[in-house]
């Protein structure tokens, strides 16, 4: 097999670790598929072997992340979440003002137990009821929110992926297993600064709506009303977008029926022949305005002009978040045909804290996007799960073995008492939960695999093969010999924030998963070199990498509040910077309480 000289095995590993940031950075491809792209030519260049490979795949993060994911969504399907954001939505109608204070304590408590990711999707439409309440838009809420889960998941290692990735890799350094709660100390004085700032500085954020004001529904009385293309039309021959008097004032064209066939959505495709009837949505008045000229006439069902089509319905205008494993991601909208499908038109499209403008409807919908719809309840209900969009209506009863939720609750409790007392290591401890899980069907098998983020799965195994790499060049130790004299006249407390720092940069321009990777062994063995213990070291790591307040990318949850919130990029570094220096002072102080270093 071809294999690099060993003397310049570092200057390509180290190279190549340059060039990976920075595709992170960029987002040239998405972070799994560059790290998977990265061992794949560290394969070929005889840098990783396939033994570094297996041992990837064997270490303990892995399994316990992709265990955790499948107890969080147990969680889900049981209705456990949706009792706990139900009974948040009623105390927002009793008491907003101090409920705002209490759903961030409550959701920061949660999130050091469960997937952040599920947690919000339930916890946005009941930030959207209290903003709602309190006459404040939904960006004032939805932010905080986000942030509290991700100051809770800091508080236990199964709170988050980065802690189990961590760990992981600091248990194949040599370092003891972290406990269950071991690192609650700090992570409790962390997410309580950064909760006090949150409640006490909610007022700095913008006021900025989504596609509904407050995510308020909108009744309306809207007629369907036909129009028929007449023989002497001058519209004969056009495209049915081009006409503008099919989308004038409170019009919307929805469909072009010839011979009484649906030519589908794509109305740049359709040219209008004589004959061709149109269905037209709109209000009372506009009904009024249609014959006002001479290229329409009403038609009735049986295609006569002059008549109206029997019967209203009232209809709902409501927005929809598209999730992270939506169907729809990657589509546009004119190739999913929702009308024809669920009776739901698309009113505009919504992304990164502005409407798309022109034809959103040819744009290829992404994870965070706003979707605004209008249809009647039912079918915007059958399209939300149909499709795996989150319907920022208020929360539904939506769970589907709600007898089951004592039993996903004891699994989880169960999971937390015995990581607590060393019954057994903690992958064992998930490993058993998910069977127990699967056996008294809290979930489905098939539910329990599409729960767990491959797509994070195979980031982690990517990214501990690269580590591998980068141990066996020897880059940690350049890196460690080159830092020592610069940090050993100062105290060991200089050096923990050295590392912090180093963590908290890297988390904003690259994945935290990554940061875990890369720089976990360089702090251990820098506080090895230092004479330090390197446990405070690796918690340092931990809490770093999962601060990430400064962009909308930086953390799923981040995102999914992206769009659900109007907010703009630059709102999360305004708001976000002073939490990071809050959370970073208090993480740095409580550390050195807790552990000698």
């Not at 038609?299 to 019967?311: D, F, N, R, T, Y």
């Not at 403008?357 to 040819?362: Q, V």
């Not at 050295?498 to 940069?505: E, G, N, T, V």
């Not at 063995?525 to 930086?554: C, H, N, Q, Y």
């Amino acid at each position: 097999m071809f294999a690099l000289p060993d003397a310049i095995v570092p200057l390509v590993v180290g190279l190549g670790l340059i060039a990976l940031l920075l595709a992170f950075a960029f987002e040239i491809r998405s972070p799994e598929v560059t790290a998977i792209g990265a061992v794949a030519i560290l394969l070929a260049l005889g840098i990783v072997s396939s033994d570094d490979l297996l041992d990837a795949l064997g270490n303990p993060a892995p399994l316990s992340i992709a265990g955790m994911f499948i107890i969080s969504a147990s969680l889900v399907r049981t209705g456990l979440l949706e009792i706990l954001a139900a009974k948040a939505t009623e105390r927002a109608r009793q008491s907003p003002r101090s409920t705002v204070a209490i759903l961030l304590v409550v959701v920061a408590c949660m999130s050091a137990f469960t997937n952040n990711t599920p947690l919000v999707m339930m916890m946005i439409p009941v930030g959207l009821v209290l903003a709602r309440q309190l006459g404040e838009p939904p960006s004032r809420i939805l932010m905080p929110i986000s942030f509290a889960a991700i100051l809770g998941g800091t508080c236990t290692m199964i709170g988050t992926s980065t802690n189990l990735l961590v760990n992981g890799v600091a248990t194949d350094a040599g370092l003891a297993p972290f406990g269950l709660f071991e690192i609650a100390p700090v992570g409790i004085i962390a997410a309580a600064a950064g909760l006090c700032y949150l409640v006490l500085a909610r007022s700095r954020l913008p006021m900025r709506d989504g596609l509904v004001s407050a995510g308020v529904q909108t009744e309306t009385r809207r007629y369907t009303a036909s129009v028929v293309v007449n023989e002497q039309s001058p519209l004969i021959g056009k495209s049915a977008r081009a006409v503008a008097s099919f989308n004038r004032g409170d019009r919307r064209l929805i469909d072009i029926l010839r011979d009484g066939i649906s030519l589908g959505s794509d109305f740049d495709a359709v040219t209008l022949e004589a004959g061709d009837v149109a269905i037209l949505r709109c209000s009372a008045d506009e009904i009024l305005t249609i014959n006002e000229g001479s290229q329409l006439q009403l038609a009735g069902k049986s295609g006569e002009p002059g008549m109206l089509v029997e019967g209203t319905r009232s209809t709902t205008i409501t927005e929809a978040l598209i999730l992270p494993d939506a169907q729809v991601v990657g589509h546009r909208i004119n190739d999913l045909s929702l009308c024809e499908r669920y009776g739901v038109m698309p009113l505009a499209l919504h992304r990164r804290g502005s409407n798309v403008s022109g034809r959103f409807e040819n744009e290829l919908l992404e994870a965070g996007d706003m979707l605004l719809f209008e249809g009647e309840r039912a079918s915007l209900d059958r399209m939300a799960i149909g499709e795996n969009l989150l319907d920022l209506a208020e929360p539904k009863a939506r769970a589907f073995r709600v007898g089951k939720a004592p039993v996903a609750l004891c699994v989880l409790l169960a999971i937390v008492v015995g990581a607590s007392f060393d019954v057994l290591p903690l992958p064992a401890l998930v490993t058993m939960g998910v069977a127990f899980v699967l056996a008294s069907r809290c979930i489905e098998p098939d539910e329990a695999f599409s729960a767990v983020d491959w797509r994070i799965i195979a980031l982690v195994v990517a990214m501990l093969a690269i580590g591998s790499a980068l141990d066996r060049a020897g880059l940690v130790e350049m890196a460690v010999n080159a830092a020592t004299p610069l940090l050993g006249g100062f105290a060991p407390w200089v050096a923990l924030c050295a590392i912090y720092m180093l963590s908290l940069l890297l988390t904003e321009l690259v994945t935290n998963n990554a940061v875990a990777i890369v720089v976990t062994p360089l702090a251990i063995k820098l506080a090895e070199a230092l004479g330090s213990d390197p446990r405070p070291f690796v918690i340092a790591v931990m809490f770093a990498a999962s601060a990430s307040f400064l962009t909308p990318i930086g953390y799923q949850t981040n995102t999914l509040v992206y769009g659900a919130g109007g907010y703009r990029f630059g709102d999360y570094a305004r708001f976000g910077f002073p939490l990071t220096v809050f959370v970073a002072l208090a993480t740095l102080i409580a550390i050195p309480l807790f552990w000698e270093l």
